[in-house]
């Protein structure tokens, strides 16, 4: 049976890794972006498999319904939630509408794309879903110091990882696979097209990320993380997470009584 992925952000890095490794595979891929040239370009690189360029801004509620709409009508086998801006800023110099951009497209965006894509991935029984996060999720406790300027980049990237954790319990033997793929630094466009110079720092490529999210996928990882050798670090951060949940009452603590 020919397979069919949609992947958002398919126009540069990973998600472009992402679209060739597929189409490399043989899926059909719908290619999700708004640089049409780039896509166009992807598409005549692949002759053999269909891939279909798919104009969207995902900062908009039309481009959002637009894709949403794809997903819901057509059988895909993956989804994989991609494309990102991070504007790095203190919050309190972040402008409203960069605000708003990051928001849509890397939290209302998969949101809605996933909601849209899982009814019918359930009815046929099988499909995947990746939403691409990044290690950043797990960062809130680091001081200013260390990691300045993303609060809503990062409170973005932990709602994915939040969403797709439970998205997973809950689609637990139907087929459906869910996955949040968290990279660290990543070689692409990502920092050069918001003025940051990353070129010198150690950085993973695309292709590796995109190979572990495979493999992440094929070994049945919720939470991927392409550079954690120790995966028991992160499984001790979950039980940490449910031993906190778990240790609430309805009584008020003692330190907020005196
Ligand atoms: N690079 C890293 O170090 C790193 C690390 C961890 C996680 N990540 C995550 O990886 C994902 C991919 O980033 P990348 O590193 O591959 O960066 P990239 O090369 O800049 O790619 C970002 C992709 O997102 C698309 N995109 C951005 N805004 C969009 C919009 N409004 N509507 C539709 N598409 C939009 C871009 O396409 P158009 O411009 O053509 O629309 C582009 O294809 C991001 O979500 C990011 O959060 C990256």
């Not at 166009?40 to 949403?68: C, K, M, N, Q």
């Not at 919050?91 to 928001?103: G, H, N, S």
């Not at 995947?128 to 680091?142: D, E, K, R, T």
């Amino acid at each position: 049976m020919s397979k069919l992925a949609l992947v958002t952000g398919a126009s540069s890095g990973i998600g472009l890794a992402f679209a060739r490794r597929l189409a490399g595979q043989g899926h059909d891929v719908v290619a999700v972006g708004r640089r049409a040239d780039r896509l166009e370009a992807l598409a005549a690189e692949f002759p053999d498999v269909r891939i279909r360029p798919l104009v969207a801004d995902l900062s908009t509620d039309a481009g959002v319904d637009a894709v949403a709409a794809v997903c819901a009508g057509e059988p895909l086998t993956m989804l994989v939630n991609n494309a990102g801006v991070a504007h790095y800023m203190p919050l309190a110099e972040l402008p409203a509408d960069k605000a708003r951009e990051l928001v849509h497209v890397k939290v209302v965006a998969p949101t809605l794309l996933t909601r849209a894509a899982v009814p019918g991935m359930l009815a046929r029984g099988e499909g995947a879903i990746v939403n691409v996060a990044g290690m950043i999720a797990f960062s809130g406790p680091a001081p200013a110091a260390r990691l300045p300027r993303r609060a809503v980049y990062a409170g973005a990237l932990a709602h994915l990882v939040a969403m797709s954790q439970v998205l997973h319990a809950e689609l637990a033997g139907t087929g459906v696979r869910v996955q949040v793929l968290c990279p660290g630094v990543v070689a692409t466009e990502f920092h050069e097209r918001q003025g940051l110079d990353l070129s010198a720092a150690p950085r993973m490529s695309a292709e590796d990320v995109v190979t572990a999210g495979l493999r992440g996928l094929e070994l049945g990882e919720t939470v991927c993380t392409p550079g954690v050798e120790d995966t028991g670090l992160l499984q001790r951060v979950f039980d940490a997470d449910l031993a906190a949940f778990g240790g609430q009452r309805v009584e008020l603590a003692g330190r907020y009584r005196s």
